[in-house]
């Protein structure tokens, strides 16, 4: 992804939990949540060193986010891995974000942010919905994960619908209008299922993490 002229904080001393410099470390500042919607992130390699990501910040948010970096798993639970105390994994009641375009999946319903669809794109309602799956990287990044990850192609679908362009703003150059972060797209699922206060403590957080992008007080 081509960044913007925005000029980015020295990486230098760099924080063991949120792996960001001190002047970007927000960890003071980190909501503790739980909501009953869980989050894996599969997090391209070349990702985890760019200081404006927000997924390690997702994954420290809510702990149940189960965080892997890495290019391919063998499925959803070897992705998953063993957890004690977690609900039994059911394929079907997972779904991946997706990160197609809309000549494959169809467009977006006009004014609905959140939609649920099997593989071939056709809409399901009533659908029990256990956790989803966040690629995180650039546009080429993700598009990676999504091949190198054949068992994602099984499984179905969230689309995004947002109303709203990323609080990035300048900050990071998006590759198409209004794509969200990993963490504002945890937000905007979290949000359309109902879990409204944790989207928003979630947003705050976010936006604390931007001012220290971006250098203001």
């Given at each position: 992804?081509?960044?913007?002229?925005?000029?980015?904080?020295?990486?230098?001393?760099?924080?063991?939990?949120?792996?960001?410099?001190?002047?970007?470390?927000?960890?003071?500042?980190?909501?503790?949540?739980?909501?009953?919607?869980?989050?894996?992130?599969?997090?391209?390699p070349?990702?985890?060193?760019?200081p404006?990501?927000?997924?390690r910040?997702?994954s420290?948010?809510?702990?149940?986010?189960?965080?892997?970096?890495?290019?391919?798993?063998?499925?959803?639970?070897h992705?998953?891995?063993?957890?004690?105390?977690?609900?039994?994994?059911?394929?079907?009641?997972?779904?991946?974000?997706?990160?197609?375009?809309?000549?494959?999946?169809?467009?977006?319903?006009?004014?609905?942010?959140?939609?649920?669809?099997?593989?071939?794109?056709?809409?399901?309602?009533?659908?029990?919905?256990?956790?989803?799956?966040?690629?995180?990287?650039?546009?080429?990044?993700?598009k990676?994960?999504?091949?190198?990850?054949?068992?994602?192609?099984?499984?179905?679908?969230?689309?995004?619908?947002?109303?709203?362009?990323?609080?990035?703003?300048?900050?990071?150059?998006?590759?198409?209008?209004?794509?969200?972060?990993?963490?504002?797209?945890a937000?905007?699922?979290?949000?359309?299922?109902?879990?409204?206060e944790?989207?928003?403590?979630?947003?705050?957080?976010?936006?604390?993490?931007?001012?220290?992008?971006?250098?203001?007080?």
């Open positions: 992804m081509r960044e913007s002229p925005t000029s980015t904080p020295s990486l230098q001393a760099s924080c063991p939990n949120c792996w960001k410099s001190d002047t970007l470390c927000v960890c003071a500042s980190t909501p503790d949540l739980n909501p009953g919607l869980r989050f894996l992130i599969l997090q391209h070349r990702e985890v060193k760019n404006k990501g927000s997924a910040l997702l420290l948010a809510i702990p149940t986010t189960v965080h892997r970096v890495g290019l391919s798993w063998r499925s959803l639970a992705a998953l891995g063993k957890q004690e105390d977690q609900p039994k994994i059911i394929p079907q009641e997972w779904a991946v974000l997706y990160v197609g375009t809309q000549k494959d999946s169809g467009p977006p319903k006009p004014g609905v942010p959140f939609e649920l669809r099997d593989r071939k794109g056709k809409m399901i309602e009533d659908a029990t919905l256990q956790g989803i799956i966040l690629l995180d990287g650039n546009w080429k990044q993700s990676t994960l999504w091949w190198r990850n054949p068992w994602l192609l099984k499984l179905n679908r969230v689309v995004l619908n947002p109303q709203a362009s990323s609080r990035y703003g300048t900050l990071r150059k998006q590759p198409r209008e209004r794509c969200l972060s990993t963490l504002e797209a937000a905007e699922s979290l949000n359309a299922l109902g879990e409204t944790v989207a928003t403590a979630l947003n705050a957080y976010f936006e604390t993490f931007l001012s220290r992008l971006s250098g203001r007080p």
